[in-house]
């Protein structure tokens, strides 16, 4: 597996532009540590997934994009919150460094592995949990495994009860799945114990089994 990943990371770096904004200079193992991580999530699929775009974009901390949204009465919105990181769909990946930068185990918290985790999403299309999956696997299976997860997660963050999972993931059935491919890297235990149907899933769409890997 280190071998494929060491392969896997060569091509990442010869297919994309990973550079800094904002005055941030990024050294080449700032660059590596990030390409590893994307890598992470294709390691058992193909450099392939991350066709059609070619920028990663990395700010020294958070950042505010300039983003506008339309509410249901028709009012445009300025959205001036900072962030961690964002995919955009067909376009660049942009990190915050401070985010990137390694942290604590066991946090369950990876934003590279996050965006990535979008971007994957995004091959068909918008992001909405539900990305294009592996020849032979059921869009029966994942949507009744994702929805009843999605739905038992939203009713414990709403009841104020703490989780192992990143609250976030509630946030919407796109950020589900993000978070959710983070704690399969990052805590691959909690979620097999808490969402099995999930991790079985996840298990079948990156071709991986984290947990039996840290149990070995």
Not at 137 to 156: H, I, Q, T
Not at 182 to 200: D, G, S, T
Request: net charge negative.
């Amino acid at each position: 597996e280190c071998e494929r990943l060491r392969q896997t990371v060569i091509l990442f770096l010869h297919e994309k532009s990973i550079h800094g904004a904002a005055g941030l200079q990024l050294e080449p193992a700032m660059q590596l540590l990030i390409a590893a991580q994307a890598c992470i999530l294709i390691l058992n699929l193909d450099v392939e997934y991350y066709a059609g775009w070619v920028e990663v974009i990395v700010y020294p901390d958070e950042f505010v994009p300039k983003a506008e949204y339309v509410d249901e009465d028709g009012i445009v919105h300025t959205d001036l919150a900072p962030r961690a990181g964002e995919a955009w769909l067909q376009g660049p990946v942009i990190l915050s460094w401070a985010d990137v930068a390694p942290r604590a185990e066991g946090d369950g918290v990876n934003v590279v592995i996050h965006e990535f985790a979008h971007k994957l999403d995004m091959l068909n299309g918008d992001a909405n949990g539900f990305p294009p999956l592996q020849a032979g696997m059921s869009r029966r299976d994942w949507a009744a495994a994702f929805e009843a997860a999605y739905g038992d997660f939203c009713r414990r963050v709403d009841g104020d009860e703490e989780t192992e999972i990143d609250p976030y993931a509630a946030e919407s059935p796109a950020e589900f799945f993000a978070v959710m491919s983070e704690a399969f890297f990052e805590i691959p235990q909690v979620v097999q114990r808490e969402y099995p149907a999930v991790y079985a899933q996840l298990v079948l769409f990156y071709k991986q089994d984290p947990a039996q890997r840290l149990s070995v």
